[in-house]
């Protein structure tokens, strides 16, 4: 089945970095696009950003260009998400997501906490 497993949430300071890790299994991995989602408390989940199946390409909300890098190792089933000069807003419960044969799969988030 599919699974998804994030990882690498934690506390940090305003202004420090978080690379967030989502292991895939359960489904030709190479073959999807894979996208990061965030959910702040009291908010909706929102997409953050995508990388198609390869890698060549990537796509960024608005609020997330030019902090938010979104990567990805085919060889280990793994897509990233590295994020820079976290703000306090910022906070949030961050989940991978694929959609394969017409269902979205999601992991059960890892979290970030961003305070001083």
């Known amino acids: 089945q599919v699974q998804l497993v994030e990882s690498g949430g934690g506390l940090v300071q305003p202004g420090g970095s978080l690379r967030l890790s989502c292991a895939a299994s359960?489904?030709?991995?190479?073959?999807?696009?894979m996208s990061w989602y965030r959910q702040a408390l009291g908010k909706e989940r929102e997409l953050v950003a995508t990388?198609?199946?390869?890698?060549?390409?990537?796509n960024y909300a608005d609020s997330a260009k030019g902090r938010f890098t979104i990567s990805r190792d085919n060889s280990i089933n793994t897509v990233y998400l590295q994020i820079n000069s976290l703000k306090p807003e910022g906070t949030a419960v961050y989940y991978c997501?694929?959609?394969?044969?017409?269902?979205?799969?999601w992991g059960k988030g890892t979290l970030g906490t961003v305070s001083s």
């Open positions: 997501n694929v959609g394969l044969r017409g269902m979205d799969y």
């Open positions: 359960g489904f030709t991995f190479s073959s999807y696009a």
């Open positions: 990388i198609g199946k390869t890698g060549g390409w990537t």
